[in-house]
């Protein structure tokens, strides 16, 4: 499994890091937005596209959602659709309906995970992805 982080606290991506670690995951890590979505591009360009996108809302340069339909609109451009668009959860502090409903419904992402994230909540969205087997 291919994992980008998107997140700009080192904590957080520490913690995801150290959680994904139990599945053998690779993981590449983009500080913000920017990075993030140049990080996407070139994967997918290189033929090694990520299975999964772990990305925050709220960072500097671009924020998670901006990120998310920009990564959503490269997809379109390039085709892609459906199962084929790799998979996003949204990793935030923010749980205000709002931005449930703009990350999930306008952005089109398949989950959204409030801060703290524990092990077990990320297990169950890998699960839902269909990234690894159910215990």
Known sequence: MKVLIVEDEQIAQELLKGFL?????????AANGVQGVAAFKEALAGGEPFDLIL????MPQMDGQQALREIRHFEAEQGIGGTDMVKI?????????????????????????????Y????HRVLVDFGLVESE
């Open 21 to 29: 670690e139990a599945y053998d995951a690779v993981w590449q890590v």
């Open 89 to 117: 959860a949204m990793v935030t502090a923010l749980s205000d309906a709002k931005s449930v409903m703009e990350a999930l419904v306008k952005g089109s992402c398949e989950a959204y995970l409030t801060k703290p994230v």
């Open 55 to 58: 990305l925050d809302i709220m």
């Open 119 to 122: 092990p077990q909540q990320l």
